[in-house]
């Protein structure tokens, strides 16, 4: 009987090998066996002297987990190269979904492991200040795996609720038309001079770096390789860097530190879930209003001044 095989989903980073960590660098030296693209096979020739590879231009996924799979049952351990993290619009996802399809279960016969990588949302990220800051989320604009207004939903709440966007996959040389309903729909909600960062190949010898605005950003050069990272209202560029504030200034001055009135270090703020239940109660107002005041369901809002002081504690 041969051992059995191993699959590691290795997430090497933006691009350069000083951003690979130091146990994606391990995995693919341990390998037998290395799948990926070219370029990323080309960052990491030093480790791979000996080893048989795989060097799929392919766009299909399912091709790559599918081979892997086969090595691994011949007892080959088999690293699947992945830019930025595996697990983020990556390979993790087609490699369980062929694995689960061939009958495999975890702890059986083939290992998996799974090496995080830094993904283009951070690493875009570090380039251009802090955008990232308070809460985020990324959205892929790629309508090949997945139906338009699906995406478009995403978009049309994620923007209303004032999240910072990273926008995956914005552009490519076929879909040209979808960075422009993003905007479309963003400018619903958020003013047209809202920061917008451009980022393409990060870390990459042809990185390039370009600070916009909502309105604007579909006359920038966006390619397959870029990320477009979008603020929300209290987002700002100053210096050449995106700023999100994280909130210190509702609580603290941020000249000095000294706290604001009715508020308390290490504690939710005023308006945080206990405060503003007391504010919403004392107003004698109808759920009804409460909810269009604060965008919320009335039968949220119903919930909320139900609770007894027990619950809400
Ligand atoms: N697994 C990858 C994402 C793959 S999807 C990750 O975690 O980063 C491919 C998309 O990722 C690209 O269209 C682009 O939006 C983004 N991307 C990947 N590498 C990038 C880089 N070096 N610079 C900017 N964007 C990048």
Redesign the pocket.
Known sequence: MTTPGKIMLV?IG??HVEHMTQRAREAIAEADTIIGYVTYIRLVADLIEGKEVVKKSMTEELDRAIEALARAREGKKVALI?????G???MAGPTYEVLFEAGWTPGFDIEVEIVP?A??LN??AALVGAPLTHDFCAI?LSDLLTPWPVIARRLDAVAASDFVVAL???KSGRRTQQIVEARRLFLRYRRPDTPVAI??????PKQRIEMTTLEAMCEADIG????VLIGNSATFIRDGLMVTPRGYANKYDVTNGDTRDGEQAGRSLSTGLAGWRDTIRASGHSAAQIAAQYQLPVDYIEAVLAQTEAEAV
């Open positions: 997430g933006p691009g992945s830019s930025g993290d595996a983020v619009y990556g990588g993904s283009a690493t875009c892929s995956y996959n914005p980022v393409k190949s990060a870390y990459r397959m390789l870029s990320t």
